[in-house]
């Protein structure tokens, strides 16, 4: 069950820690002011942001956000972090060691440190590796699940706070598992499951900042320093994450109520940013998420790759870039390579000519012919039944609402039916993109519980990773789904419900270091443009502004923003 933070009073503390098997760390209490002084007044930082929705899952990809990434590294442990430059470092807050002990089998020993507790006194031990790994390897739409995937046993050390992980096969990126970790002892039975977690708090934390309030109505989100964390203390008492529009944020910044934002802007709002002028740094911050339409092959028209390529043919990929990018920096992040996003190291546009790059209307009609369909009163049927597709995307998110928009009449206009939807981004990437396959394809009609098969999503895309588990996650295979009965109920690996036999030894080698990226990638750009699954548009991104009264502040590692640096924050000058 959420609780709301707040300061603890030194007996408050005491009383918690004798109802604790591991008792938290000691509160510290403030030095008594004298009777000729007044108490010092708390030091706070504020940020504008476009909202403060939940839910707040940082392994959702249904939760993906703003406000969800600074949230998750503000109050999350995480055994690895990204310094400035993008390499990965131990996080000694949390760990004391972590490193592999074996090559056969590939095993890796975490040692926790023993002081490390959640804010209910709760320690952080094996038992939230395991039910990470667990929901990672088992729940549909979560971020990059391939490492996990690969976890073949997880077993206590050292009390619960030594971890030994044993993988099927080696894995090389493994010190990008357990970022984020969660509450297992508040998670496992609560209601809702792993689908509920942080759907509208947080339980416990295990951070520098503890939640205060989460104030969805009135779009804020107050933190306060967590008394309860064992490490260095935040510099500041409090941070509010404060929902605005452009013109209100532009407005803050000017008269130094906002010390900095972080949104997603379009041209009007960079504009309105720029016209502070000199005073107000900006910085793009690209996001670890694409925006993608897939055309899923479990779709039983889509299921021909002819008709995915004839709807390939149709679209205007530049007309959807500009719906969802609408001239904000997103705009200068087109996605032309299918693994590696245009920030990323190595990237290099892979895009062949013609569609889906180019639409090509004589094409498109070329293909739907070859797969049996003819055009008549401008719309294309195949004998009495029409080609009529379902396009789904995460309720009114932007900018997933305006490109399925556009998406939808530029089908139309080239023919075909179209039903759009907008379900819950919980219920898209748990239910509806989830719908369990039968010899390759989904339901024909509504299931049980109501939900139609989606033939096309319109959705972010993780890509911030490590590039082969971005591969294998996005593209592969669920382990041993190659070799299963076909005719028995299978939930889809990945959002496209893309599943390639032919693909699946080169994806496996570049996940298990047998092949280099570079090398499979090579092979498999050509092979995933042409099967015209997963349409990669532009890479998300957000514009960093920094006005008065914050020292401290960087714009973070690579596609993790800046508030990984926030215990350091002050209120001063730039």
Request: charged letters at 15%; one cysteine or more; proline letters at 9%.
């Amino acid at each position: 069950m959420g609780r709301k933070a707040a300061p603890v009073l030194a007996l408050a503390g005491a009383l918690l820690a004798a109802c604790s098997n591991t008792p938290p760390p000691p509160v510290v209490p403030s030095s008594a002011a004298t009777s000729t002084s007044a108490e010092p007044a708390a030091s706070q930082i504020v940020v504008g942001i476009d909202d403060v929705v939940g839910g707040y899952n940082p392994h959702a990809i249904a939760d993906s956000s703003t406000v969800t990434t600074a949230l998750s590294q503000l109050l999350l442990p995480s055994v690895f972090r990204q310094s400035d430059d993008g390499k990965r470092e131990l996080d000694k807050t949390l760990m004391t060691s972590a490193q592999v002990v074996s090559q056969m089998p590939f095993t890796v020993k975490y040692e926790i440190r023993p002081d490390a507790s959640w804010s209910d006194g709760a320690p952080v031990a094996t038992e939230d590796f395991i039910y990470l790994a667990d929901a990672m390897r088992t729940q549909p739409g979560v971020i990059e699940p391939a490492g996990y995937r690969l976890i073949s046993d997880i077993q206590p050390r050292d009390g619960g706070k030594g971890v030994e992980v044993t993988f099927s096969k080696p894995y090389p990126a493994w010190q990008t598992l357990f970022d984020n970790l969660l509450p297992q002892h508040l998670l496992k039975d609560a209601p809702g499951g792993w689908r509920g977690a942080l759907a509208t708090n947080f339980p416990a934390v295990a951070g520098p900042f503890a939640i205060k309030t989460i104030d969805t109505a009135r779009g804020e989100v107050v933190l306060q320093r967590n008394d309860r964390y064992w490490e260095k203390p935040a510099a500041v008492d409090t941070l509010i994450l404060r929902r605005s529009d452009p013109a209100g944020i532009a407005t803050a910044l000017r008269s130094g109520n906002d010390q900095f934002s972080l949104t997603r802007t379009d041209a009007n709002g960079l504009q309105l940013l720029n016209e502070l002028g000199p005073a107000v740094k900006l910085t793009t911050v690209p996001r670890p998420e694409a925006a993608t339409v897939l055309l899923r092959p479990v779709s039983a028209a889509l299921s021909d790759k002819q008709v995915r390529q004839g709807v390939a043919a149709l679209l205007d990929r530049g007309k959807l870039i500009a719906a969802g990018a609408m001239g904000g920096p997103s705009a200068g992040l087109k996605a032309d390579a299918q693994v590696i996003p245009p920030s990323g190291a190595g990237y290099a546009p892979t895009i062949p000519a013609g569609p889906p790059a180019t639409p090509d209307l004589a094409k498109a009609e070329s293909y739907f012919k070859a797969a049996g369909y003819t055009k008549d009163a401008g719309v294309w049927r195949k004998g009495t039944k029409t080609l009529s597709l379902v396009i789904a995307s995460p309720g009114q998110e932007e900018p997933y609402a305006s490109i399925a928009k556009e998406l939808s009449d530029e089908l139309v206009a080239g023919g075909v039916q179209v039903n759009t939807i907008t379900p819950q981004p919980r219920d898209l990437f748990s239910s509806l993109l989830a719908m369990p396959v039968v010899n390759g394809q989904q339901q024909a009609g509504p299931d049980a519980g109501g939900n139609v098969g989606v033939d096309i999503a319109v959705v972010p895309q993780p890509v911030g990773g490590d590039p082969a588990t971005a591969l294998a996650s996005t593209f592969g295979c669920a382990p041993d789904q190659a070799t299963a009965d076909k005719t028995k109920p299978v939930v889809p690996a990945n959002s496209a419900g893309l599943c390639d036999e032919n693909l699946q030894a080169s994806i496996d080698s570049a996940l298990t270091g047998t092949t280099p990226l570079a090398d499979a990638l090579k092979t498999l750009e050509p092979e995933l443009w042409s099967a015209n699954v997963v349409i990669p548009l532009f890479q998300e991104a957000e514009t960093l502004a920094v006005g008065k009264g914050i020292s401290g502040l960087t714009p973070g590692p690579p596609m993790q923003g800046p508030f990984g640096s926030a215990v350091n924050w002050t209120r001063g000058t730039n």
